[in-house]
């Protein structure tokens, strides 16, 4: 009996033969998956998962945001990782908290896929409100670390039209695309010079700090008014 593997129980998009010409051998096949067909397969394995399918996670709030269809979307995450979560409005609605950034929640979800994003996610049915969590209390405390040693204190207001943009970021990263597609759809004709920096790892701090002197060294971003940097 020959093994079958799970994949095999799919309906193969399409399948090519290849045939040794000097030899008898038996043809050789390939078995072609679409991605939503495997996606469907990983997300029907999540979902057959008994112990998935009724779980409590223990976890902290953020990127918090609620939408006009009444979905919350949000990520739970602790010290170690991090896992993308929804709320749909039929549950919301019966929440007697507000939902925040920085929440220590205890939540009762399904662990499913996204199937069309190939992206697994928690379907949170119900919440429970364990008070705030240690990362963001580390965040605020750093925060206000940050305050007391005058380091907001020299904001600059950001021109609304500026004629120069100067863009300190990694130069290999999809974030620098993503400013440059944007920018060019708004206006074509501003200008924009490009400060190339690590932004993770032990040398960002370095490569941003140098970078942002550079910038300002620059005549070509020089004046405060017509220049913007972006980090």
């Known amino acids: 009996m020959s093994h079958l593997s799970p994949l095999d129980l799919l309906n193969p998009t399409n399948q090519t033969a290849q045939t040794d010409q000097s030899s008898q051998a038996q043809p050789k096949c390939k078995q072609i998956y679409a991605i939503s067909e495997v996606n469907k397969y990983v997300k029907h394995l999540l979902d057959e998962d008994y112990s998935l399918t009724n779980i409590w996670i223990s976890g902290e709030i953020s990127n918090c945001k609620y939408y006009p269809s009444g979905h919350i979307y949000f990520t739970l995450k602790d010290p170690d990782a991090q896992i993308k ?31 069309k994003h190939g992206s697994y996610q928690a379907n949170v049915f119900q919440i429970e409100e364990q008070g705030v969590g240690t990362l963001h209390e580390a965040f605020e405390k750093l925060k206000q670390t940050l305050y007391q040693e005058g380091l907001f204190e020299y904001k600059k207001t950001i021109p609304k039209y500026p004629s120069k943009i100067g863009i300190i970021t990694s130069d290999k990263g999809a974030a620098l695309q993503d400013i440059l597609q944007i920018a060019a759809r708004r206006n074509k004709s501003v200008p924009i010079y490009i400060y190339p920096a690590a932004v993770q790892g032990d040398s960002a701090k370095a490569q941003i700090s140098e970078q942002i002197r550079r910038a300002n060294r620059d005549l070509l971003v020089e004046f405060a008014d017509v220049a913007l940097h972006v980090v």
């Open 85 to 115: 979560a929804v709320m749909f409005n039929s549950y919301a609605a019966k929440l007697n908290v507000a939902l925040r950034d920085g929440m220590n929640v205890l939540a009762k979800c399904q662990v499913g896929l996204y199937d």
